[in-house]
């Protein structure tokens, strides 16, 4: 908590305090990559185009999907309305975090609100708390959220540690071009190694089947493809 917006959640302090949900153009998703879990990958990868990144904090490898080319840039939203049928938990969690007073994935951890957000009113919204001071369905849903984000943290950070200790893993740099001649690059991203993959035999391939290590390799190199989604999205606003 860095700033004085953010509010450990309170049933006496929040108790009249709604999230207005429909509310989608806000400051806090106006963001250009958001961090993903394995479990979550076979759905995102659908419509996400879908990468591993490094945790600036740890240097340990995540996955993280990208929404436009440039900080802040969100091309998933149009109109206030969301340009996807499935959102990722990191953007479905907000205008919430976690607090982990032990600084990792401890039993303490709390919700913090911020209140700065223009998603909380007092008007017409989804309640935090009913009038007996417990957990609304709605705000159960947001601890469903970070509990599932949390415990997906780990396996995504099993799973990556040890496709690279396979070499499964590279860097890449993408290289794009708009249709106004603009050129822009994506850095400090990395990928699976397809020839790698393709590579596996005997029990290195068999221990990737079981662990699951395959099945997000291959998840990851068909997400690629909506790059050229985003790019088509960025022409158009150009024009």
């Known amino acids: 908590m860095t700033t004085n917006t953010m509010e450990l959640l309170d049933t006496v302090r929040h108790k009249n305090i709604k999230i207005k949900t429909s509310l989608i153009d806000v400051p806090h998703n106006h963001i ?10 076979a759905t995102l990868v659908h419509e996400y185009p879908i990468y591993i990144t490094k945790n600036p904090g740890t240097g340990q490898f995540q996955l993280s999907a990208i929404f436009g080319f440039e900080k802040g840039e969100n091309l998933y939203l149009k109109k206030n309305a969301w ?11 907000r205008p919430f975090i976690v607090h982990m007073p032990e600084g990792d994935l401890s039993e303490g951890a709390r919700l913090v609100l911020d209140t700065a957000s223009p998603s909380l009113t007092k008007g017409k919204g989804e309640r935090l ?49 708009f249709n106004d001649k603009e050129a822009t690059s994506l850095t400090g991203l990395y990928a699976i190694n ?8 005997g029990d290195a391939l068999e221990q990737c089947h079981h662990s699951g290590i395959l099945q997000v390799c291959h998840l990851l190199l068909s997400s690629g493809l909506h790059i050229e989604k985003l790019i088509k999205w960025k022409n158009s606003q150009k024009k």
Not at 32 to 41: D, M
Not at 83 to 91: E, F, G, I, R, S
């Open 129 to 177: 708390f009913n009038d007996k001071g417990e957990a609304t369905d709605y705000l159960q849903r947001i601890q469903k959220t970070f509990s599932q984000l949390m415990s997906g943290t780990k396996e995504t950070n099993d799973i990556l540690k040890k496709a690279d200790e396979m070499g499964l893993i590279e860097p890449v740099s993408i290289d794009i071009q």
């Open 194 to 201: 397809q020839k790698a993959v393709t590579e596996l035999k």
């Open 32 to 41: 250009n990559t958001a961090i993903v879990v394995v479990g979550e990958l």
């Open 83 to 93: 340009q996807a049928t499935y959102l990722p938990l990191d953007m479905l969690r």
